[in-house]
């Protein structure tokens, strides 16, 4: 018995502040095997009561928890034990204010992803314009989301832009958008003929929804044109670009059999010669 207790007092020194013993060791290795398995069974009561699609979003924000927990009885164990905690964090101050600095962008992140999950800022699916780029979000992470872009190129967003910059969500209120196509005709065209062309190939799209009718605009007298503005309600928004593009094809071919000119601006250059005038 007398050993065992010589064993279990035997302690190693780490500086001359800080020591530990095995006693503190054996009794954290205890601590953090009960903290695992109260985490897991509270993570298994809690998953039975949620609905699907709230499980992974429970699961990323249990996974930070869990890590801010295990820290926090970590510090509560070695405290208890006799370790002085505020000795070892004072003689690392300049280490742990690096560290702390280099960890900032990275807590942001952490903390942004979980409000992202429990308020549901952003969506599975959601289109999201962030610093000029577009894509639909096919994952949603603690620490950064994925989108896909039109050209199928994959956007890693930390988090914490969604929290600190203007987001732009496209499919908040459901995937269906209002769009616009500008064009200039030339003057002497007939408007309201212009007008019809616009309202039809609008109206002939299959993907542009018929009963929110389009409408157009006669913006103003340019320059060089007279300039329209179409606008038109399409179901998927995600798809806008091509929409937009067959748009454009239809008008172009629409004008070219009616006769309808789409100018370019030109001008009128004068060149003088002081000799030839002498």
Do not use: C
């Not at 398995?37 to 949620?50: G, H």
């Amino acid at each position: 018995m007398e050993k065992l207790r010589e064993f279990l007092d035997y302690s190693f020194n780490i500086s001359e502040n800080i020591h530990i013993d095995i006693k503190t060791i054996l009794v954290l290795i205890f601590v953090l095997l009960f903290t695992g398995w109260l985490l897991k069974l509270v993570r298994k009561i809690v998953n039975k009561k949620l609905d699907d699609e709230d499980k992974g979003k429970f699961k990323s924000v249990f996974s930070f928890l869990k890590y801010f927990i295990y820290i926090l009885v970590i510090i509560v164990a070695l405290e208890s034990s006799g370790v002085k905690l505020s000795v070892l964090l004072a003689g690392s101050a300049a280490l742990l204010v690096g560290i702390g600095l280099g960890l900032q962008t990275l807590f942001q992140d952490i903390i942004a992803g979980v409000f992202i999950l429990i308020d549901k800022t952003l969506r599975i699916d959601d289109i999201v314009e962030v610093d000029g780029k577009v894509g639909k979000v096919f994952e949603i992470k603690l620490r950064t989301s994925r989108a896909v872009t039109i050209d199928e190129r994959v956007i890693i967003i930390p988090n914490h832009k969604f929290m600190t910059q203007s987001l732009y969500n496209w499919t908040q209120n459901g995937n269906v958008t209002v769009e616009s196509v500008d064009v200039g005709v030339a003057y002497g065209s007939d408007v309201e003929k212009v007008k019809e062309i616009l309202l039809n190939v609008a109206l002939n799209h299959p993907m542009v929804i018929s009963n929110k009718a389009p409408d157009v605009f006669f913006m103003d007298f340019a320059e060089s044109s007279l300039k329209f503005k179409l606008l038109f309600t399409i179901r998927d928004s995600f798809a806008r670009n091509k929409i937009k593009s067959d748009v454009r094809f239809e008008i172009d071919k629409a004008f070219r059999d009616n006769n309808i000119k789409i100018p370019f601006p030109q001008r009128d250059v004068h060149l003088f010669n002081p000799k030839n005038e002498a």
